[in-house]
C-alpha cells in the first residue's frame, strides 16, 4: 500500500526517444503527423481475466488505494475530492446504494485507509494534527493555480501518523506517536494485528552525514516494515534492509506478510513474503523493474501485484504464484498506469487504480475477476528467471 | 449527431461527434452485454426497430417519414402517461427550417474591349453562387486579380496580405480557391487556417469589393472546378456575391494577361507576395441562391410532477434527443458508398436508439412520485444543425431559467467493452458526484468529457446556460450509412443506458437544490482548427519521396491497425483530402475528428485500395 510511485516518479519518467522524435517535430511545425505516439488502450487481451470493466469513482481530481471491507459490501479509498482541499482524504463507498462517506478530517494529508474485519472501523494515517496543515493546503492551491507544474512527488510527511476511525461514534484515535512518516496500515484477518511502514528509525537519533544527505533527498529510504497490536501496543520492528519497505499486508490465512521493498536507490522494487516474527523472508519477483503493491488472492494461491516491467510509465498489473515459483503473467493491458490490485473478499472481484479514464491521474476501477482461468494461466506459467 | 459545420464541405459529412471511445480504440467485435437483464416488458427493441422500418423512410426532417416517427413517438408518449404541455393540445411543435441550398438563376457576364471574353455570359452549366452568396442582379465592376484572396491577421506575426498595394473598391474580385501549393510547410500550416473560402469572401468585403469570382487554379485539387454549393444550411449570408466558375471561364478572365496557371505557378513556388493586378476586364454577376424551406416538427410532452412543483425551485427537467435521420442521404451529410446510395439511412443507432432511451427513462419514471416536472422533448433538424432544440430555446414552452437540467441521449445504441461516454459534465460541479453515485449500480465503464460544445443538442441547453449532460456511446463503423440497422443494437445495454438515466432523474427530481451551472470556455479543439487532436497510429516514413505518404509501421491496435492499415502502404486519400506528401497529410489530419470514421484510400503495392479508420483522441 504505497502511496503513488507512479507520480513520486514522473520527473524522470521519460520515454527518450519518443520524446526527443516530437520535439523535432514540433519545432518543424509538423508535430501533427508525428505525435501518433499517443497509444490506444484497452486491447482484450485483459478480457480473459477482468470482464465488465468499469469506473467506479468519477469525483476528484483522482482516487486510489480502494480496499475491500471483509464482507465485500463496502470499499474505502482516498480521494482528493475535498472542497478547499488538494489533498487526499479517506472516503468509504457502500456498493448497495453509491453512496459515500468521509471518514478523515476533511483537512490536512491521509493516505493508506484500510477496514477493520469485524468491528468495520477505519485505519489510515493523516497529518491533521499537524498545526500547519489548513496552510500547506493553501500552499498547493496556490501554487496549482498558479499554473506552475510540480510533477507530483509523495513527501513522506513526518507528521503522518496512524488514526483509527470509530464505525459507532466516528470518533479518531492516533494509534502512532513517532517522529517520521508512519503509514500504509493494514488489519490482520483476525482483526487484532496491525502491519505498517515508518521512517521512524530516522528520526531521534544522530544520523551520519550521508544519512542526513539521504533524509534530505529520498526519506522513503528508511521505511521499514512493523507490526503492532491494533490498540497500538506491542510494537515490533520486522525489517532492517536499506531501502523503503513498505504496502505490507498479512495473508489470507494470518500467518505470513507480502510487502515490497525497493532498492537503495528506490528505482527497483520486488515483492517479498516473511512470516510475523520477520523470518523465512521470500522474494517472489525479479523483473528488474519497480514490482510493488502485491496483495494476495483469498484463496492464497497467487498475488496481484503491479510494476512497470513493459515500460517506465506504464503501470501493469500482474500476477505470481504465492511462492513465486512460475513467471509472473501479465493481467491488465492497458496504457498509462494500472495498479494497487485488491482481489475481493470472495475472490470474484478485483478493484484497482488506472489511469484508463483518460489523462494522468488514477482513479478506481472494478471488474469480474474469472479465478479459474487464473488458476489455469498459473499452472501453465514457466519456471520464473531469476 | 449532426456534422460540425465549421469544415470544409467534403469533410463536413465525415465529421460529426463522438470521442473517446477511441480510447477503447477498440472495435473489438464481441460487444460485451451487461448483466443487467432486459427489464421485463421493455419496449425499446420494439421502438428502435419500428423508429428505423423502411416504413419511415430515414426520418428526414420535413419528410413523410418524420411526420409518420413523429406521431408514432407521441402514440408512445401517450402510452406511457406524458401529456402535452400546458395549454398546448398535442405534443406536436413544428417549426420552419432551411433544408439546403440550390443553385437558381446565377451567371457571369463578361465584358470587354475586345478579345474572346468580350459579351460573354455564363450561366449555371459553368457557374455555381457559393452557399453563402448573397442573391443579387447584375452587380458588376471591373474586375481585379488577387492572388489567393488570403489574409493573415498580423497576431500571426507572418505577413500575408494579397490585397497589399490593391484597390478592390467597388470591384469584383477574382481569387484563387485553397492556398499556395507550394509554401514550405510552416508558411502552409498558417496559411491553411485563413483559407476557407467564407473567410476569404469577408476579407474582400472588407475592403469595399462588390463580387468574389473563384476559380480552382490548374495547379490545385479539384482544378478547374467549380465548388458545390452542398448542403452547408448554417448560410448565414456573408453580404456579398460570391460565385465559383469552371476552368473555361477561368482562362477566359485571364485573356491578354499572362495565362493562369503562369500566374498561379509563380503564387505557389516564387515569392508569395507576387502583387495582384487588374484585368483588362468588367465582369457582371447575377447570383441566386435558393434555400430551400421545410417544416419539421419536435415532439415535446411532460410528466407533471406529483402533486406539483409549486415552490419547488427550478421545477422542470428536460430529457431529449433527436430522432430526425438522413433520409435516403440526398442532403449531404449521408456516409453511404457503393451501392448503398440513395437507400433509406434507418439511424438506429442516430438516433432511433437514442429516442428509445429517452422513452425509456419516461417508462421509469412515469411510476414514480415526481418533485418535479419532466419534460420529454424528441427534436427534429438535428441533423442539418440542432434546428430543433435551438428552436426550443429560442421559444421555451417554459422559463429556460426554470430548467434545472437537461439530459440528451445520442447515440447509445452500439456499446462495446461497457464503454458509456458523458459528455458535458463541465456544465455543473453537481454532477461528477451523482454521476458517481448512480453509477456505482449501473456499472458502466464511464468515460466523463466536460466539454458541452458538442455536435449535438445538448450544446443548445448548454448555451443557454442549463446544466446538462449527454450520453453517447460513441461513432461505428455504420455511421450515417444505410447500414446503421436496428439488428446491430446493444439492446440490454440500451435499457442499462436508461436505467442509469431514470436513476440520474430521480436524483434530480428530488434534489432540494438543482444543480449550479458552470460556464465551460470553448476550447480551441472545439471552436476552430488549431492543430491536430487526433490520434491514428500511423508511423510515416519522413524520408520518403514517394507520392503519398508512405508507412513505416502503425501502432498495435492503433485506429490504422483497426482500419488494415499496415507498413508498406502508402495512403493517397483521407476524408477526401488528397494526400501527396506528409504536409497534405498534416492538413488532412488537422481537420479530422475523433471519433468520426473517416475513408481512407490506400496502395498496397500496385492495389488501390479503401477502408475507413476512426480517428482517436491524441493526448
Known amino acids: 500500500m504505497t502511496p503513488d510511485p507512479i507520480f513520486r516518479w514522473y520527473p524522470i519518467a521519460v520515454k527518450p526517444l519518443r520524446a526527443l522524435t516530437l520535439v523535432i517535430l514540433t519545432a518543424t511545425g509538423i508535430a501533427a503527423a508525428a505525435a501518433q505516439s499517443a497509444p490506444p488502450a484497452q486491447a482484450s487481451p485483459e478480457r480473459e481475466l477482468l470482464s465488465r470493466v468499469r469506473r467506479l469513482t468519477l469525483e476528484g481530481r483522482r482516487a486510489g488505494e480502494g480496499y475491500w471491507s471483509a464482507d465485500g459490501r463496502r470499499l474505502v479509498f482516498q480521494s482528493e475530492r475535498e472542497p478547499g482541499n488538494p489533498f487526499y482524504q479517506i472516503y468509504t463507498l457502500t456498493l448497495a446504494t453509491g453512496e459515500t462517506m468521509r471518514v478523515s478530517p476533511g483537512y490536512g494529508k491521509t493516505t493508506c485507509a484500510f477496514i477493520h474485519p469485524t468491528t468495520g472501523d477505519v485505519l489510515f494515517a493523516s497529518t491533521h494534527h499537524d498545526p500547519r496543515s489548513r496552510e500547506l493546503q493553501k500552499e498547493e492551491l496556490d501554487f496549482r493555480a498558479s499554473g506552475k507544474e510540480r510533477r507530483y512527488s509523495w513527501d513522506y510527511d513526518p507528521e503522518m501518523e496512524l488514526y483509527v476511525h470509530n464505525a459507532k461514534t466516528g470518533a479518531l484515535t492516533r494509534l502512532t506517536n513517532a517522529q517520521g512518516y508512519d503509514a500504509e496500515g493494514s488489519y490482520s484477518p483476525d482483526g487484532r494485528w496491525i502491519v505498517f511502514s515508518s521512517t521512524r528509525q530516522a528520526y531521534g537519533r544522530t544520523l551520519t552525514p550521508a544519512e542526513r544527505k539521504q533524509l534530505e533527498t529520498d526519506p522513503s529510504f528508511f521505511g521499514e516494515i512493523y507490526i503492532m497490536r491494533s490498540d497500538g501496543t506491542e510494537l515490533r520492528r520486522l525489517t532492517t534492509v536499506n531501502g523503503y519497505d513498505g504496502g505490507p499486508f498479512f495473508s489470507p490465512d494470518g500467518t505470513r506478510i507480502v510487502w515490497r521493498r525497493f532498492d537503495e536507490q528506490g528505482l527497483i522494487a520486488d515483492v517479498f513474503t516473511m512470516k510475523l516474527d520477520g523470518t523465512d523472508v521470500r522474494q517472489l519477483t525479479s523483473f528488474g523493474a519497480m514490482s510493488w503493491a502485491p496483495y494476495i488472492h483469498p484463496s492464497g494461491r497467487y498475488l496481484l501485484f503491479a510494476s512497470n516491467k513493459l515500460g517506465f510509465e506504464n503501470f501493469e498489473v500482474f500476477m505470481v504464484d504465492i511462492d513465486g515459483r512460475k513467471e509472473p503473467i501479465r493481467v491488465t493491458y492497458s496504457d498509462g498506469f494500472d495498479g494497487l490490485p485488491v482481489p475481493s473478499p470472495d475472490g470474484q472481484q478485483l478493484a484497482w487504480t488506472s489511469s484508463r479514464g483518460g489523462g494522468r491521474e488514477g482513479q478506481i476501477f472494478l471488474a469480474q475477476w474469472n479465478h479459474d482461468k487464473a488458476l489455469a494461466l498459473l499452472a501453465a506459467a514457466p519456471e520464473r528467471k531469476r | ?619
Open chain 2, 1 to 619: 449527431m449532426m456534422c460540425r459545420r465549421t469544415m470544409v464541405a467534403p469533410l463536413c459529412a465525415a465529421s460529426a461527434l463522438t470521442y473517446a471511445l477511441l480510447a477503447a480504440g477498440s472495435l473489438d467485435a464481441s460487444p460485451q452485454a451487461g448483466n443487467a437483464a432486459s427489464p421485463d416488458g421493455s419496449r425499446t427493441r420494439a421502438r428502435v426497430e419500428r423508429l428505423a422500418s423502411e416504413a419511415f423512410g430515414g426520418r428526414e426532417a420535413g419528410s413523410d417519414g418524420e411526420r409518420l416517427a413523429a406521431a408514432f413517438i407521441a402514440d408512445e408518449l401517450a402510452r406511457i402517461g406524458a401529456r402535452p404541455l400546458p395549454g398546448r393540445r398535442d405534443m406536436f411543435v413544428p417549426f420552419e427550417f432551411t433544408a439546403g441550398s440550390r443553385d437558381g438563376k446565377t451567371a457571369i457576364v463578361i465584358t470587354s474591349a475586345s478579345g474572346p471574353a468580350a459579351g460573354r455570359r455564363f450561366d449555371n452549366q459553368q457557374v455555381d453562387a457559393l452557399s453563402f452568396s448573397e442573391s443579387a442582379k447584375d452587380i458588376s465592376g471591373p474586375a481585379v486579380f488577387a492572388g489567393y484572396g488570403i489574409v493573415v491577421p498580423e497576431s500571426q506575426t507572418f505577413g500575408y496580405d494579397s490585397y497589399a498595394g490593391l484597390d478592390v473598391k467597388d470591384k469584383i474580385v477574382v481569387l484563387l480557391r485553397y492556398f499556395p501549393e507550394d509554401a514550405d510547410p510552416a508558411a502552409k500550416a498558417i496559411l491553411v487556417r485563413y483559407s476557407d473560402l467564407r473567410y476569404k469572401a469577408q476579407a474582400a468585403r472588407q475592403r469595399g469589393a462588390r463580387g468574389v469570382v473563384v476559380i480552382t487554379g490548374p495547379r490545385s485539387p479539384n482544378a478547374g472546378r467549380t465548388v458545390p454549393l452542398g448542403s452547408d444550411t448554417a448560410a448565414a449570408g456573408s453580404a456579398i456575391s460570391a460565385v465559383s466558375v469552371t476552368g473555361d471561364v477561368a482562362n477566359l478572365l485571364f485573356t491578354g494577361t499572362r495565362s493562369l496557371d503562369e500566374v498561379q505557378k509563380e503564387l505557389d513556388s516564387g515569392n508569395p507576395h507576387v502583387a495582384g493586378f487588374a484585368l483588362p476586364l468588367t465582369i457582371s454577376l447575377t447570383t441566386d441562391v435558393i434555400l430551400e424551406k421545410g417544416t419539421a416538427r419536435n415532439v415535446v410532452a411532460y410528466l407533471p410532477a406529483t402533486p406539483s412543483a409549486s415552490g419547488v425551485a427550478k421545477p422542470w427537467v428536460v430529457v431529449g434527443a433527436h430522432y430526425d435521420h438522413l433520409g435516403r442521404g440526398t442532403h449531404g451529410n449521408s456516409l453511404a458508398g457503393g451501392n448503398e446510395v440513395g437507400r433509406a439511412h434507418p439511424g438506429a443507432d442516430d438516433n432511433a436508439s437514442g429516442t428509445a432511451a429517452v422513452l425509456g427513462i419516461a417508462d421509469a419514471l412515469a411510476k414514480q412520485p415526481r418533485r418535479r416536472n419532466v419534460v420529454l422533448a424528441l427534436w427534429s433538424a438535428e441533423e442539418i444543425g440542432l434546428v430543433g432544440s435551438a428552436k426550443f430555446i429560442a421559444q421555451p414552452p417554459v422559463p429556460v431559467p426554470d430548467i434545472a437540467a437537461y439530459l440528451n441521449y445520442d447515440m447509445v445504441g452500439r456499446m462495446q467493452d461497457n464503454k458509456l461516454t458523458i459528455q458535458a459534465t463541465g456544465t455543473s460541479p453537481a454532477w461528477a458526484s451523482l454521476l458517481e453515485r448512480a453509477n456505482v449500480a449501473a456499472g458502466f465503464d464511464v468515460v466523463l468529457q466536460e466539454d458541452p460544445y458538442q455536435p449535438t443538442d445538448v450544446a443548445s441547453f448548454n448555451l443557454a446556460g442549463v446544466p446538462s449532460l449527454s450520453f453517447t456511446t460513441g461513432a461505428h463503423v455504420d455511421y450515417h450509412k444505410p447500414s446503421d440497422t436496428a439488428d446491430k443494437i446493444a439492446y440490454d445495454d440500451l435499457d442499462r443506458i436508461a436505467a442509469l438515466g431514470a436513476t440520474i432523474v430521480e436524483r434530480l427530481l428530488a434534489q432540494d437544490q438543482p444543480p449550479a451551472f458552470v460556464k465551460v470556455e470553448q476550447s480551441s479543439q472545439t471552436a476552430g482548427r488549431t492543430g491536430i487532436r487526433v490520434f491514428t497510429g500511423t508511423i510515416p516514413d519522413y524520408a520518403s519521396t514517394a507520392k503519398g505518404l508512405l508507412l513505416s509501421g502503425v501502432i498495435g491496435g492503433g485506429p490504422a491497425e483497426q482500419a488494415g492499415l499496415t507498413k508498406g502502404d502508402v495512403l493517397i486519400e483521407i476524408a477526401g483530402q488528397s494526400i501527396t506528401n506528409i504536409y497534405d497529410y498534416t492538413y488532412a489530419l488537422e481537420l479530422l475528428k475523433v471519433g468520426t470514421p473517416v475513408k481512407v484510400v490506400y496502395m498496397r503495392g500496385s492495389e488501390r485500395r479503401e477502408t475507413m479508420m476512426t480517428p482517436g483522441a491524441r493526448r
